[in-house]
């Protein structure tokens, strides 16, 4: 019984940044890891980052660099800062998140689009 509010997606041009930001509400504490999947046409949804409740934190190796998640002092908020965006990293963002008991939930997803 989670749901997101996501913000931060848009059209930016190779090399440029943007943050997202996920904020869940409902069920919040039994979240353990929250992140980002992202999707892009024809192909399958992909890990991009997460964190766990502990601080850990998981990257794909094509944005390991380039790409930070951070959580706030709000357990229930996290952000991805994306610098050096190519146009690879075109997608639609899904904000994640992952209950102690391995159950998913899914936002609405927000679009990245890396484009001259």
């Known amino acids: 019984q989670l749901q997101f509010v996501e913000s931060g997606g848009g059209l930016v041009q190779p090399g440029g940044s943007l943050r997202l930001s996920c904020t869940a509400s409902g069920s919040i504490f039994s979240i353990y890891t929250m992140g980002w999947y992202r999707q892009a046409p024809g192909k399958q949804r992909e890990l991009v980052a997460s964190i766990t409740r502990g601080g850990s934190t998981n990257y794909a190796d094509s944005v390991k660099g380039r790409f930070t998640i951070s959580r706030a002092n709000a357990r229930n908020t996290v952000y991805l800062q994306m610098n050096s965006l190519k146009p690879e990293d075109t997608a639609v963002y899904y904000c994640?998140?992952?209950?102690?008991?391995?159950?998913?939930?899914w936002g609405q997803g927000t679009q990245v689009t890396v484009s001259s």
């Open positions: 994640h998140a992952e209950d102690i008991y391995r159950a998913a939930s």
